[in-house]
């Protein structure tokens, strides 16, 4: 697929720097592919517009605070960006490093007094392996990290940040960015959706800074799409195998939920592994048959993904339409539900 196919042009206002007043409070989009219409409604909503006996699938992963500030032994100032966790101590990790000058291996930075951070080691691409020197890495990356906002708000995170961008079912932290579409799930929507009758269970993404990585390639089949670490339990696995055999909707929060399912899907048993799929236009789903997600980047991979899944016209036109409809985009912006 070619790249321009994935442009629009977007007002810069459109952009949500800041959360909605209320976690459900968005507005959302309804696209119903079969007829191609497309509806407005509002999160708080989506217990209405999800069938009974559905089973949604949402990720619980959780937001690390992966920017941490220090200093060099000469004073400079150093941001270090943790990207992933490279053993089960979280002591080592892969991160970005910036700095006046280049960060290289050996270089130590202080943190606070309990917390320094030494750099190992350098690959081609310039990213990082750091070891966290402290007593317990997650208590010093909470208490000294920032919320990793994504570049596109142009703000330092503030408390309020530290609460909305996480979700409320969020359990295990290792992710440097929101799966977005679940922020909008209050724990008002998620007992709506239970008495309707509808299912719930988790998966695990960790979604990683690649999520904002732009396509530079003029083709998606030559771009190197990122690694994301995924986790399918054996209940979910259960739940997902039931649901396709009894003809009930799949029903995934996020194009992070897509992506780990279709993974899955393709030796269909539970699993702990890594996902570099790239879905776009052509592609033939076999886990996922409703989507909840937000307003994606122009020239992303999840346009793509979207348009494979709701088609790329419609797609099109539901973006045209947000556009003109004055839609908020972005990690705090507004949803679409593609039924």
């Not at 030494?118 to 691409?125: I, L, M, N, S, T």
């Not at 142009?154 to 940040?161: G, K, L, N, Q, V």
């Not at 003809?247 to 570099?276: C, I, K, M």
């Not at 789903?285 to 909840?292: A, P, S």
Request: hydrophobic share 40%; charged share 25%.
């Amino acid at each position: 697929m070619k790249v321009e196919r994935l442009d629009y042009e977007l007002p810069r206002e459109l952009i949500a720097s800041e959360p909605s007043p209320e976690r459900d409070g968005a507005r959302m989009m309804v696209l119903e592919r079969a007829h191609e219409i497309i509806e407005h409604d509002q999160v708080r909503h989506l217990a209405a517009r999800i069938e009974p006996g559905s089973l949604v699938v949402v990720n619980d992963t959780k937001v690390i605070n992966a920017r941490l500030r220090g200093a060099k032994p000469t004073g400079g100032s150093v941001e270090v960006f943790l990207l992933r966790a490279l053993d089960a101590s979280a002591r080592r990790w892969s991160a970005f490093g910036r700095a006046s000058k280049p960060v290289r291996p050996g270089l130590v930075v202080k943190v606070s007094d309990a917390l320094s951070i030494e750099v190992r080691a350098k690959d081609p691409q310039g990213v990082l392996e750091v070891e966290l020197l402290c007593d317990e890495p997650w208590g010093a990356i909470e208490r000294h990290g920032e919320v990793p906002l994504p570049p596109y708000m142009e703000r330092a995170p503030t408390a309020e940040d530290k609460e909305r961008y996480q979700c409320v079912f969020a359990a295990n932290p290792g992710a440097v960015a929101a799966p977005t579409a679940g922020l909008h799930l209050s724990q008002r929507v998620l007992d709506a959706l239970d008495a309707r009758g509808v299912e719930r269970c988790s998966v695990t993404l960790h979604v990683g800074a690649g999520t904002f990585q732009p396509v530079t390639a003029s083709d998606l089949d030559e771009h190197t799409m990122h690694s994301e670490w995924y986790s399918v339990s054996d209940a979910t696995a259960e739940r997902v195998l039931a649901a396709k055999r009894e003809g009930r909707p799949v029903v995934a929060v996020g194009t992070t939920v897509v992506r780990t399912l279709e993974s899955w899907s393709l030796d269909a048993r539970p699993r702990v592994g890594d996902t570099t799929m790239l879905i776009q236009p052509g592609y033939r789903f076999t886990v996922i048959d409703r989507l909840l997600t937000n307003f994606h980047l122009p020239k992303s991979t999840l346009i793509a993904l979207v348009m494979a899944f709701a088609g790329e016209e419609f797609t099109r036109r539901a973006y045209e339409t947000a556009v003109r409809e004055r839609y908020r985009f972005f990690s705090y912006g507004d949803a679409m539900l593609i039924r």
